[in-house]
């Protein structure tokens, strides 16, 4: 933790050495789950942890808060990948519109996105309850984020392409600058 984001300080948390964690902050509470697990956490001021518990055993790899309320997203390959929680304490189970591996969820103009790990398939919702089915431009998706009023979406492979949309149904090709990345032994 750290007050000032250059001087930090390590707490310990109840969890078993695993995974990684994804985190998010809001309804002043700081929320933690653990991909390939069932385990959460939960502190209201970033020190004492609480340990907590998922709805299901799953790759929990995408935690937002938005609209009032944390979405959890998991990297699995089931229709049930997704948890929504309003204090961060009690999870409730979502069903998606596929059964895709969910890579990572943005919130924006009142619309959560969720993007797949693999393909092309992707859903949408108002409330994170109820998803709707979508279609993206581009297989395996890295990232998705808001900002400027649009989303923009990031594959895995495809180093100098993305996609935005300001309406989180259609998307437009974007292209990116060629970045080489080189592996030096």
Known sequence: RSTDGITWTESTLPLSSGNGIAAAYGNSTFVAVRYGSDAALSSTDGITWNSRTMPATKNWNSLIYADNKFVAVANGSATNSVATSTDGITWTQRTTSSSTRWNKIAYGNGVFVIVPDTGTNAATSTDAITWTARTMPFADYYS???????????PWLTADTGAYSTDAVSYTHLTLPTQRIVQIS
């Open 144 to 154: 998705v984020a808001f900002g400027s009023d649009k989303f923009v979406a990031i």
